[in-house]
Every structure is written in structure tokens, then in C-alpha cells.
């Protein structure tokens, strides 16, 4: 936990309300994005149990399996599931822009869901429907492997930091503002919105307190209350499984476990269209789109296999794509982290109060120094100094950054330490022309007030590797490519 979130986590405490952890959103919110809210069977592995599915706070789906341990029903799930969930994606397959050379959507899908558990109810029911068949034995409708498909493209975007393809509210939320309570306690959707958004006359403790009663706020699932699956859901389910199909009493029974199931998602609903709604208040941040592009670029790469009749994504990645794709959210995970700092001041205290950065106000500038560059020519490297009362543990020679001067760097020369405060002179490295005098405004002037970092984001090397074909035998030898075995359309549910 960072020095400024201990210090806003203690201020809400004191204050009784959650406190802004951030001054912009870091994360794109779509317009219209796919709210998903699933309910689970209690002892059944990932086994679909309903779901609120909708892209309008008004307009909710409640999708219903009334015997969630019978496969016929759980593949009829899929099935409605898929109608909302590929409806709404080949909607977002419209105009299309080209960006460096290549055609992108303007648009991309996004996916909501409660919590860091629904992100993985989503990877496993990928999973589980993408290898279906749609032929011979366990047939199912040609939507459902579609929607593996695309439910898998989803998890998987959901790993690259700072893409918004697929969201938990309770991290966004928690990114952006910090409670008096536990992080634990912050996964709980009702009562992490409680500190943040309390009811008229009442304090974020209180209403966090209010949000542990599940009369109040059922759990945002995918996991149900013990309590109702003892005294709702499995009598109701016994009463379905009790009476004849198809007859008066079947019905009334499915409409009462029905009227049960959205008394649990409702809430969860609507607390989710809070969220956004508290998310929308702020603004994007700079890097904010540049992040949703890359989402927009994934998809219609991939929307493009989908539709020239491309393989599902295979179980495993071999030995050679795994490095490469770890290495690359590695260095995601830098450059988002570089990014947030650089776009809000809240996120650069951090790497303040480490010595990281620093805040300082010029206080003089050597404009027309000269020095002899490694090729013997006279280069023109301008000095400024900079007081500040931060504590600073940059070295000598590191390279840094302003915040409002992202494309000029400078490198420090030395830093006069002292009881309260710190001389720091850095090397202006160019961004100033080519001319001998750097002309006015081209480098910081006396009395500007600068925030110099040395976080950057070009830290991460890519390291060299073989292609695919030659991974070595100890690593498995090259890979087989995917070919669909029926052994795929017979996987378990899990």
C-alpha cells in the first residue's frame, strides 16, 4: 500500500466517507457498455445459476436456469446468453477508422461485472463453451461456441493492465478512492459503494455495516447467501424438479424461482449502474485513450478471425508465445503505472513521497552552455536548478521527466541535499531546437514550478527468443497447432 492511499485510507476513517485516491478516471468507460451480473450453484463448479445481462440501467435481462445441475439447461443458458452477449458485439462492428496504416473499429465492446470472481466465472464459462460442438453428439446452438469464444477474448484483455474490454467495479472503484475499511471488505460491492456514495443521513461506516445484511444487499455474486440457498433457492429448485414438465404447476414454479433469482441480482444491478455512474464523474485521464485504442485494434483483430471462420484460442499457450506474452505485460504494466502517474497528481505523490520524483521551482538556468559531445562536436546542454522540499533519492545520471515536458528529458548532475530541502541541477537533453540559444519557453524559465520524475516507462528490454518453431525440447519442443479432437466437445463443465 502506497504512502498517500495509508494516508486517504486514514482520512476516511476520520471523515467517515471514502476519500479520491485519483484526480482523473484511468479507465475508458464506453457509452453503452454489456452490465453482467452472474449468479452461480453453490457446490457445482462454475454451474450458471442465472444472470442480469443489458446495456441500459433500465432495461435488465434476467436469464434463469431453473435445474442449474441438468447440461440440457445449462447449454439453453448459453444459448440466451449468447444472443445478448454476440448481438451486442457485432454491434459494436460498425464504422471503422484506420490508424497507422491498418482498418480499426471505432468501437469496441465493454464488459462489466461485479467483482474480480465475476471476471473469473467469465474465463471458465469461456472455456467451458468455446470447444462445443455444434454437430453429432452434445450438439448445441452455433451461438454458443461464439460465445466462448468471445467470453475468452474478454478474460484475456482483461490481463493486459489498463485495457477496459472487461471491468470488476469493485477495482475500479477502489483505484480511484479509498475507505476506512479492510481490502477484503472492498470486494464487497454493496459495501465498498456504501463508504463512497452513503444514503442521505447515514455514513460510509454505517452503510458499509448496512451492506453485511443480505436481506439488504444479496451478494454481488457469482456466489449466492447460504441463508437464501438454504431457505429460497433449494426448495424452489425441489419444487421445479417435483412436478411434471410442461404442466401449470412446472410454470408456476419456474416464475417464483424466477421472482426469487432477480430479488438476489437486482440489487447488485443497480448498485453497478451507481458505479458508473460515480466513474463517470471524473475525467479521462491523457493516456486514457490511447489504452482504449489498443482494445478497439485487439478486436477488430480478432472479430476479423472470428469471421474468416478462425480457431478457437487454444487451451495453452506454447512455451515461446507464454514468454512473449508475459514479457509484454510486463512492460504494459510499467507504462500503465508511468501513465497513471503522469496523468494525475495524486498517483505522481507516490512517487514523491518514495524520492522517486519531485516538485520544484526553478531557480536559475544556464541557457547558452555548451559542451563536447563523444564525437568531439560543441552541443548546446542548458542546465537548470530546481529547489524543492521534497525528499529526493534520485542518483546522479538518471534520466527524468517533467510532467507538463514529457517529451524533453534531462538527466541530473547533482543533488545538494539538504535538512529540509534539496538543490537539484539537471542537463536539459534537447526539445529546444537546434539552435545554439534555446529560444524562450523552450526549456523551463526561472520561477516555474515543475514536477520532474525519474519513472519511466523504457525499463523493461524484450528479451530475444526463438520463434515458435524452434522451442527447444526442454521447453517441449515446437508446438502442435490446434486442431479440434472430440474430446473438446465432450469436456466437462469445468
Not at 455495516?209 to 437464501?228: H, I, K, Q, Y
Not at 421445479?240 to 444491478?269: F, I, K, M, N
Amino acid at each position: 500500500m502506497s504512502a498517500i492511499t495509508s494516508y486517504a485510507r486514514a482520512l476516511a476513517v476520520n471523515t467517515q466517507t471514502a476519500q479520491p485516491t485519483a484526480t482523473v478516471r484511468h479507465v475508458h468507460l464506453s457509452h453503452r457498455p454489456l452490465v453482467f451480473v452472474p449468479l452461480t450453484l453453490a457446490g457445482e463448479a462454475n454451474a450458471p445459476l442465472a444472470a442480469l445481462v443489458g446495456s441500459a440501467e433500465d432495461d435488465p435481462t434476467l436469464l434463469v436456469v431453473p435445474q442449474p445441475r441438468d447440461r440440457g439447461q445449462r447449454f439453453a443458458f448459453a444459448a440466451e446468453l449468447a444472443d445478448l452477449v454476440v448481438g451486442y458485439v457485432n454491434s459494436c462492428a460498425g464504422a471503422a477508422d484506420e490508424i497507422k496504416g491498418k482498418v480499426c473499429f471505432r468501437d469496441a465492446p465493454q464488459l462489466l461485472v461485479p467483482n474480480r470472481a465475476g471476471i473469473g466465472f467469465v474465463r471458465l464459462f469461456g472455456r467451458s463453451t468455446r470447444f462445443r460442438r455444434t454437430t453429432g453428439p452434445y450438439a448445441v446452438k452455433p451461438d454458443v461456441p461464439l460465445l466462448g469464444r468471445w467470453l475468452t477474448w474478454f478474460a484475456e484483455r482483461s490481463e493486459h493492465p489498463g485495457a477496459a474490454s472487461l471491468l470488476a467495479m469493485t477495482e475500479q472503484l477502489s483505484m480511484h478512492w479509498a475507505t476506512g475499511q479492510s481490502a477484503v471488505e472492498d470486494a464487497n460491492l454493496a459495501a465498498l459503494l456504501g463508504w463512497i456514495s452513503p444514503p442521505p443521513g447515514r455514513t460510509g461506516p454505517q452503510a458499509a455495516r448496512d451492506a453485511e445484511d443480505p436481506l439488504l444487499w444479496p451478494p454481488a455474486g457469482p456466489v449466492t447467501d447460504p441463508t437464501f440457498d438454504n431457505d429460497v433457492l433449494a426448495p424452489a429448485i425441489r419444487r421445479y424438479s417435483g412436478t411434471d414438465p410442461g404442466s401449470p404447476g412446472q410454470a408456476r414454479a419456474v416464475e417464483l424461482l424466477r421472482e426469487a433469482l432477480h430479488g438476489q441480482l437486482a440489487p447488485t444491478w443497480q448498485l453497478m449502474w451507481r458505479g458508473i455512474a460515480r466513474l463517470r464523474e471524473l475525467e479521462p485521464g491523457a493516456s486514457v485513450e490511447g489504452r482504449w485504442i489498443e482494445d478497439r485494434k485487439s478486436f477488430t483483430w480478432y472479430h476479423e478471425s472470428v469471421v474468416d471462420g478462425g480457431l478457437p484460442q487454444a487451451r495453452r499457450d506454447g512455451a515461446i508465445a507464454a514468454a512473449r506474452r508475459l514479457n509484454r505485460l510486463e512492460r504494459e504494466q510499467v507504462e500503465y503505472d508511468v501513465a497513471r502517474a503522469f496523468d494525475d497528481p495524486l498517483v505522481m505523490a507516490n512517487h514523491r513521497a518514495a524520492g522517486e520524483a519531485f516538485l520544484g521551482t526553478v531557480s536559475e538556468v544556464e541557457r547558452e552552455r555548451r559542451v563536447t559531445n563523444d564525437k568531439g562536436n560543441a552541443v548546446t546542454r542548458p542546465l537548470v536548478v530546481l529547489h524543492t522540499a521534497d525528499p529526493v533519492l534520485i542518483g546522479r545520471g538518471a534520466e527524468v521527466v517533467a510532467t507538463s515536458r514529457q517529451s524533453q528529458k534531462a538527466v541530473v548532475v547533482s543533488v545538494d541535499r539538504q535538512a529540509d530541502s534539496a538543490v537539484v541541477t539537471l542537463e536539459m537533453q534537447g526539445g529546444f531546437g537546434k539552435s545554439k540559444i534555446p529560444p524562450p519557453g523552450s526549456i523551463p524559465e526561472p520561477g516555474e514550478r515543475l514536477v520532474y520524475s525519474s519513472v519511466l516507462s523504457d525499463s523493461i528490454p524484450s528479451p530475444r527468443l526463438p520463434d515458435a518453431e524452434d522451442t527447444p525440447w526442454t521447453h517441449g519442443g515446437p508446438p502442435q497447432p490446434y486442431v479440434p479432437t472430440d474430446e473438446d466437445a465432450t469436456e466437462v463443465w469445468e
